[in-house]
C-alpha cells in the first residue's frame, strides 16, 4: 500500500492576490482553450485587485511566452468574453464580459 503525505501549508490565503478563481462558466466553455482560461481567471485577480494587466505581466505571472498570451487574448475576444480597448502609445486595456 502507497504511503500518502500530507503536506501542511505554510500560510494561509489572505487575500485575491494569493489564489485565482475561475467561474465555472468559463470552465465548461468548449470554445476556449486552458491557456484561455487561466488568462481569464488572471485577469479577474487582476481586477479585483486593481492591477494594471498588460501582456507582459500576464506573460510573467502565467510563465508563457507573449505570444501565447495574444493567442489567448484573441480566443477570449472571439468567444465575447473580453473587450480589447486599443491605446495608441499605451498598452492595451482589457474588459471583461460577465461569463455567469
Known sequence: ??????VA???????AR?????P????????IGPGAKLVYSKLLTYAA???TATNKK???D????P?????YISALKSAGLVKVRLRPGKASSYELTVAF
Open 49 to 51: 485587485t486593481n492591477v
Open 24 to 31: 465555472l462558466a468559463i470552465i465548461t466553455n468548449k470554445n
Open 58 to 60: 500576464l506573460a510573467i
Open 9 to 15: 501549508p505554510t500560510r494561509r490565503l489572505h487575500s
Open 18 to 22: 494569493d489564489s485565482s478563481r475561475i
Open 67 to 71: 505570444r501565447s498570451i495574444r493567442n
Open 62 to 65: 502565467l510563465a508563457v511566452c
Open 1 to 6: 500500500m502507497a504511503n500518502i503525505a500530507v
